[in-house]
């Protein structure tokens, strides 16, 4: 699995955070959105893409059923990431210290 920082280009009034492509596989996150957050949003949005994606990637390989309707599975989707990254920026969790210490300007 390889992951890409990439422009994902314009889509008008949508917004493409991330993508997910079978063919590597590849997850490529925006790099238009990514440079519109502050320093210290970036690791909790590239954590919430990259997790979202992998959602995508465990259907593709058949490890999680397909949801037949785009819109759930897309909700799926996101409360994967939700679940994944809950832990990591979490203020009160056991992960807080080290999420704390997660230094994204390296």
């Not at 959105?33 to 593709?60: D, G, K, N």
């Not at 799926?76 to 994204?104: E, H, K, M, V």
């Given at each position: 699995?390889?992951?890409?920082?990439?422009?994902?280009?314009?889509?008008?009034?949508?917004?493409?955070?991330?993508?997910?492509?079978?063919?590597?596989?590849?997850?490529?996150?925006?790099?238009?959105v990514?440079?519109?957050?502050?320093?210290?949003?970036?690791?909790?949005?590239?954590?919430?893409?990259?997790?979202?994606?992998?959602?995508?990637?465990?259907?593709?390989?058949?490890?999680?059923?397909?949801?037949a309707?785009?819109?759930?599975?897309?909700?799926a989707?996101?409360?994967?990431?939700?679940?994944?990254?809950?832990?990591?920026?979490?203020?009160?969790?056991?992960?807080?210290?080290?999420?704390?210490?997660?230094?994204?300007?390296?």
């Amino acid at each position: 699995m390889k992951i890409e920082i990439a422009d994902l280009g314009d889509w008008g009034e949508a917004v493409l955070r991330s993508e997910y492509d079978p063919d590597g596989p590849v997850i490529r996150v925006n790099s238009r959105v990514l440079e519109r957050l502050l320093p210290e949003e970036q690791a909790e949005f590239l954590a919430r893409a990259i997790a979202h994606e992998y959602y995508h990637h465990l259907e593709h390989t058949g490890a999680i059923p397909v949801i037949a309707h785009r819109a759930a599975r897309e909700r799926a989707a996101d409360a994967y990431a939700d679940c994944g990254t809950s832990l990591l920026f979490d203020t009160s969790g056991p992960l807080a210290s080290a999420s704390r210490s997660f230094d994204t300007s390296r």
